[in-house]
C-alpha cells in the first residue's frame, strides 16, 4: 500500500486558536507606526464593532485613531515584517503553527 501524505491548513482556527497571535501582529503593526502602545483590549473593543473583521482594516484603523494616515499597503507590508524574535512568539502563541499570508 502507498503511503499516503497531508499537508494540513487551518486558517480558520478550529484546530488551533490562532486569535491572540493576530491581535499580537496587529498590536505590534499599530504601534511601530504610531509609537504609541497599543493595548489587547482595545483591540478587543474593535473587534466587537461592526466592519472590523478584517485585520489590516482594525490596523488602519487605530493608527488612525492616532492621528496618523497611513496608506493601507504599508499596514499589509508591515505584517510581512516581523521578526525572528517576534515569528518565535507567534510560534509559541500558536502552539507551533506559523501562517504568513502575503
Known amino acids: 500500500?502507498?503511503?499516503?501524505?497531508?499537508?494540513l491548513f487551518d486558517m480558520d482556527g478550529v484546530l488551533v486558536d490562532v486569535s491572540n497571535s493576530y491581535r499580537l501582529a496587529i498590536k505590534k503593526?499599530?504601534?511601530d507606526f504610531t509609537d504609541?502602545?497599543?493595548?489587547?483590549?482595545?483591540?478587543?473593543?474593535?473587534?466587537e464593532k461592526?466592519?472590523?473583521?478584517?485585520?489590516w482594516d482594525l490596523t488602519e484603523a487605530i493608527?488612525?485613531?492616532r492621528g496618523k494616515n497611513v496608506p493601507k499597503h504599508w499596514v499589509i507590508i508591515a505584517w510581512g515584517q516581523i521578526?525572528?524574535?517576534?515569528?518565535?512568539?507567534l510560534r509559541a502563541t500558536r502552539a507551533g503553527f506559523l501562517f504568513v499570508i502575503l
Open 29 to 31: 503593526t499599530a504601534e
Open 50 to 55: 461592526t466592519g472590523f473583521n478584517n485585520d
Open 83 to 89: 521578526t525572528p524574535s517576534q515569528q518565535a512568539k
Open 63 to 65: 493608527i488612525q485613531s
Open 36 to 47: 504609541t502602545a497599543v493595548s489587547l483590549e482595545e483591540i478587543q473593543s474593535y473587534k
Open 1 to 7: 500500500m502507498r503511503e499516503k501524505q497531508t499537508l
